[in-house]
């Protein structure tokens, strides 16, 4: 029995034994429960078939067309998820509000010290200041759009005073944020603190409760892994 599967299918040499069971074009279960989902192929679609050896899968292309019914099978579901460690040849660009800059400065010492230990180079990092948080997205759906980043890491402080202010520039920043990522393409990271008072801000800021910059860092170097090493178009 020929079995067909598409380039980017990948079985664990655990599973080998999937590859002799009959199908019919529907998702089949075998013995220990593996669900293969098997999908019509294009007609005519040239195929690939794999030899097992318990090595894991070798493929080797099949040289006759297939005109009849043919599956792609794919009996391990892939997961994708980014790497902080590869981070060689990742550009990030912080942009840092001024505002509550005792805070913010931080931040960014945080995020520097992070990519420092994930062996991000001083080179492969710009760093943007902007008057408030309120500037942050413009600037930040700029920088992703010169696709000179992999990844933009956006720091501020938003800290409520006695008007309804504070929720008008928490809300800008975050769904500038959001929007610079969308409408750019290139991952945009929320590293802005929105607190009751100085000292929740403080202690986000490399006090008690850690240092949002650093962790916000990572999520960037994640993000940035992902798209470069897994989703690039
Ligand atoms: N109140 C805070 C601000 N306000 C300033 C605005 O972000 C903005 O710069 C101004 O409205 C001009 O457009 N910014 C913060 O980052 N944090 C605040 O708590
Ligand atoms: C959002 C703020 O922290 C501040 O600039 C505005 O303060 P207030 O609401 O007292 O005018």
Known sequence: MALFAST???LPSHQ???ASRHHHGHDVVDSRSTILHLHRAPQGARSLSFSFSGQGCQPHIALERKDRLSVVQTAAVRQLIGSV??????RFAVVVARFNEIVTKQLLEGALGAFKNYAVQDEDIDVV???GSFEIGVVAERLGKSCKYHAILCIGAVIRGDTSHYDAVANSAASGVLSAGINSGVPCIF????????????????GKS???????ALTAIEMASLFEHHLKQ
């Open 8 to 10: 980017d299918c990948f």
């Open 16 to 18: 080998t034994q999937l």
């Open 85 to 90: 460690t590869r981070t060689q040849g990742l």
């Open 129 to 131: 200041w902007v008057p």
């Open 191 to 206: 590293g802005v603190l929105t607190c009751e008072n100085m000292e929740q801000a403080l202690n986000r800021a490399g």
């Open 210 to 216: 850690g240092n949002k910059g650093a962790e916000t």
